[in-house]
């Protein structure tokens, strides 16, 4: 403290006229002296006015704005030493102008005078330098509010920005071009070359400045680019894209809080005007930093209404929660998922929007058939999350099961000990009707999925083989029929395949019946447990006499339908086992 009192003295000292008055100001002792001060502060003056002691006088400027730099400056203008105003300390000089009551009643062209012509000479003229005298005059609040130096700065930005946009100059659009995901109605997003310079400002001046710009006509969808940039740079070091939330200082975590709700307060309300992927960044900030859950919801609204725009990694939120619980934040995804719902049920589309719903839609099905799949293999996701989100996906968004069924796949194999109730409920998820032939033949052979949905699969792939048989005969043109000898002969070949497969889903219904058998015998069921190698043989092989199980087997193919001749007659019925064979191939000759 020593030392910088004698610093702040050195200039102002003279040994010929010793200091009559100390002033105390932001922690620095200055020994000055009386008429200088008086001659041109009115508060100094009216303070030694009203003090009855004539030597040594000590007057305390505590709150003084700008500190010791401040006072510094103003009693050099005292003294007649001269300083240069420039757009870092003019905002300062002006404030401690006003505090000290520096007017022309006391001097002309006082420090107030003098400041003010800087100001609208200079500082004003361009928007470099009433950004830089905004971004000072926060740090000297509330003097910087009375002599309108915020409003002032704030007003000349919105002007030339508001121009600027309005007539774009040549030299205006340096940035890099940002848009959104999906074509829009609305122009291009300029990062404009303006946009830099106002994203150092806090963020309670930055919110005032966008707004004074909108009041002013500027396109609000147009703001997207620049609070991009602002939360890029406020933003940086959160951890959002891990899985464990790391600590960080309260002071710091409360200022991030703020800026980030008054960015999404501040988004466009425009569809498409943002991008999802930053949108979705913004609620993962928004859930790492515990934000109100009116900043949640409002950004959770905005991803569904988009929500065919997205991909798989802007859903993919982690849940930042204690040990327990799912990787991801599931409840999120579906009250995301429930808003893209309601926006399509309402038939509320834009006109900017270029896709059709029903594609739309399509996208939106394979999204979450792709997040329900990457979920599923986490332990901790309960059947109830996993069945309940998926009933969510509307039917109409479903092209194929390919995808539900790989959900599902994954999930059974992530939790092998779901009950068999458990498992037949994921499974029913499915319409079994929409596999294709390769899931089909994966299902088929699947071990994990229950007996009742194998037997499912199996039942629409034979009842689609036997609607493209069908379908593939009835367009036969009949004159191409008699050209073609060998027709008939393929025709009973096909037949042939069929009831063979036939013959196998009759096969599996049996398997099926006495598997729900064993599991109503409770003797049956030890005896299985107790011997593993012998399960599959006893699946295989059912546990009736073996005159029962030839006797339904034959009872199955004396159901078998004869075929068709060549000619359309039916084959002569004969009593014979082997008969109907030799009128096949007498058919054929």
Known sequence: MIDSMKKASDWICSPEIPSDVTVHAGGVSFSLHKFPLVSKCGYISKLVSGSKENDGLVVEIPDIPGGSEGFELAAKFCYGINFDLSMENIAMVRCVAEYLEMTE?????????????????????????????????????????????????????????????????????????????????????????????????????????????????????????????YAQKCLRGLEIFGKIKKQIEPEQEHEKRIILETIVSLLPRER???????????????????????????????????????????????????????????????????????????????????????????????????????????????????INLAEHIPEQAKVSEDGMYRAIDIYLK???????????????????????????????????????????????????????????????????????????????????????????????KIKTRLKEAERSSASIDKSLVSSPSSTRYSADKPPLPRKSFMSSVSKKLGKLAPFLRADGILPSTTRGKNKPSKNRRHSIS
């Open 105 to 229: 009643d006391y001097a002309i062209g006082n420090l107030i005078t003098r400041s003010e012509s800087y100001i609208n000479e200079v500082g004003l003229k361009t928007l470099a330098g009433a950004v830089s005298i905004l971004q000072s005059s926060a740090d000297l609040l509330p003097m910087a509010e009375k002599v309108r130096l915020i409003n002032r700065c704030i007003d000349t930005i919105a002007f030339i920005v508001t121009k600027e946009s309005q007539f774009p100059s040549s030299s205006g659009a340096e940035g890099d071009l940002i848009t959104s995901s999906s074509s829009s109605s609305h122009p291009k997003a300029v990062v404009d070359w303006w946009a830099e310079d106002l994203i150092v400002l806090r963020i309670d001046i930055f919110q005032r400045v966008l707004l004074a710009m909108i009041s002013r006509g500027f396109k609000q969808y147009a703001l997207g680019p620049i609070l991009m940039l």
């Open 272 to 386: 498409n005007s943002m991008s999802v992927s930053f949108v979705s960044m913004l609620l993962r900030a928004a859930i790492y930093l515990e934000t109100t859950m009116a900043c949640r919801l409002d950004l959770e609204k905005r991803i569904g209404l988009q929500l065919g725009q997205a991909v798989l990694d802007d859903i993919l939120i982690p849940s930042f929660h204690f040990e327990g619980d799912t990787l991801f934040d599931v409840d999120t995804v579906q009250r995301i998922m429930m808003n893209y719902l309601e926006y399509a049920l309402e038939g509320a589309r834009d006109e900017d929007y270029a896709s059709s719903p029903q594609s739309d839609m399509e996208k939106v099905g394979k999204l979450m058939e792709c997040y329900l799949a990457e979920i599923a293999s986490d332990r901790n996701l309960l059947v109830s999350k996993f």
């Open 414 to 508: 992530a939790h092998p000990m779901l009950s068999d109730m458990e498992r037949k409920k994921v499974c029913s998820l499915m319409d079994c009707q929409k596999l294709s032939r390769e899931a089909c033949a994966h299902a088929a052979q699947n071990d994990r999925l229950p007996v009742q949905t194998v037997v499912q699969v199996l039942y629409y792939e034979q009842q689609r083989l036997r609607d493209n048989m069908d379908g593939g005969l009835i367009s036969v043109d009949p004159a191409a029929q008699q050209t073609n000898k060998r027709q008939p002969l393929n025709d009973e070949l096909s037949r042939l395949k069929k009831e063979n497969q036939d013959l196998k889903f009759e096969l599996l």
